[in-house]
């Protein structure tokens, strides 16, 4: 167990730099007063910014990938959060081994 | 009358299902960890401080460049201002929470964390014991996990064998689906994935998450100026 400046220095700035964006968000939020576009435009948060996650994640790493994700879409439209992780991972792993 | 203890269990079991993802990812960010030359309490320390496991896997990409302080802001910021995006909407639900656990709930917030207050929000107001059972459970595995991942270092040589490199979309997909559900929804994420998805080919790193979600909100915006044009119907 030992600890080095140069990575100490290093996670002390990732550290900040996360909690910048956190509290950025938090505070400067706090202080704004919102029409109804800015309203829509934050209320569509949530859905672009997962969507952006998600999409590309599922859809530029290759076909095995693009087939559970879509998979992962079709149970999740009836099937809890567990059930769609797993579905994710079993479809992959299966595709995996059939097209690769 | 919803207690606190109450609240806080249904956070718990709503985190319950998605803690194989902090359990699998901790593992493999403490075996990345070393294997970048940080010390088992060094990646333990780093995961309890930053908390956000893209920001640290992405920063280690640029660890040892000669300007590593600089570069691990950039990895850590464009990976995670998707937070900003997120704090900024819990915070508008969180004005009944004390200074304490408003501080609290946006330093430790996770993309769990907030996506199913998110939900939870759709149905009733968010409290800060549901938000500290969703949190809890996953920094102590986050932590723990980190820890353990370090000291076993490379045993988890093939996360992708097992799929586990794919819990993260399943998750994410998880979260999206309740969304994606509602009326408007569809043209904003047809925007958002489809722009980071040309983002991410086109090369502009973690940034595509951010540019992405950007579109996303500006159809969204645009759908709004639309409807505020409109006369009102006779």
């Excluded at chain 2, 330093?107 to 809890?136: C, K, N, Y």
């Excluded at chain 2, 490379?154 to 996360?159: G, K, R, S």
């Excluded at chain 2, 799929?163 to 399943?170: E, K, Q, R, T, Y």
């Amino acid at each position: 167990m030992t600890l080095d400046a140069h990575n100490m220095l290093l996670i002390l700035l990732v550290t900040l730099a996360t909690f910048a964006m956190r509290a950025g968000g938090a505070v400067i939020m706090a202080r704004v007063q919102l029409g109804p576009i800015a309203t829509a435009a934050f209320e569509a948060m949530p859905v672009a910014v997962l969507t952006a996650v998600a999409a590309p994640a599922a859809l530029t790493q290759g076909v095995p990938e693009a087939i559970a994700g879509a998979a992962a879409v079709i149970i999740g439209l009836r099937a809890p959060m567990a059930v769609v992780i797993f579905v994710a991972m079993a479809t992959v792993v299966a595709m995996r081994q059939l097209l690769g | 009358m919803t207690t606190a203890k109450q609240e806080f269990f249904d956070g718990f079991r709503l985190a319950l299902p998605i803690l194989v993802a902090p359990i699998s990812f901790s593992f493999i960010v403490g075996a990345a960890s070393v294997q970048q030359g940080l010390s088992p309490l060094e990646a333990t320390l780093m995961s309890a401080g930053v908390f956000a496991g893209g920001g640290q896997m992405l920063a280690f990409e640029v660890w040892h460049e000669p300007q590593a302080w600089l570069l691990v802001m950039l990895a850590a910021i464009s990976i995670n201002v998707r937070f900003a995006l997120q704090a900024a909407s819990v915070r508008r639900k969180i004005n009944h929470f004390s200074v304490l656990e408003r501080w609290l709930t946006i330093a430790t917030l996770t993309d769990p964390a907030w996506g199913m207050s998110e939900v939870r929000h759709l149905t009733r107001q968010v409290t800060f014991p549901f938000i500290a059972g969703i949190t809890v459970p996953i920094y102590l595995i986050w932590v723990l996990g980190t820890l353990v991942g370090a000291l076993l270092g490379n045993l988890i040589e093939d996360p992708a064998r097992y799929g586990l490199d794919f819990a993260f979309v399943g998750i994410f997909i998880a979260l999206a689906l309740p969304f994606w559900k509602r009326s408007g929804a569809v043209p904003v994420a047809l925007a958002s994935g489809s722009a980071a998805i040309a983002c991410k080919l086109a090369g502009f790193g973690a940034l595509y998450v951010f540019l992405g979600a950007m579109a996303g909100v500006l159809v969204a915006a645009f759908m709004a100026w639309r409807r505020t044009r409109q006369a009102p119907s006779p």
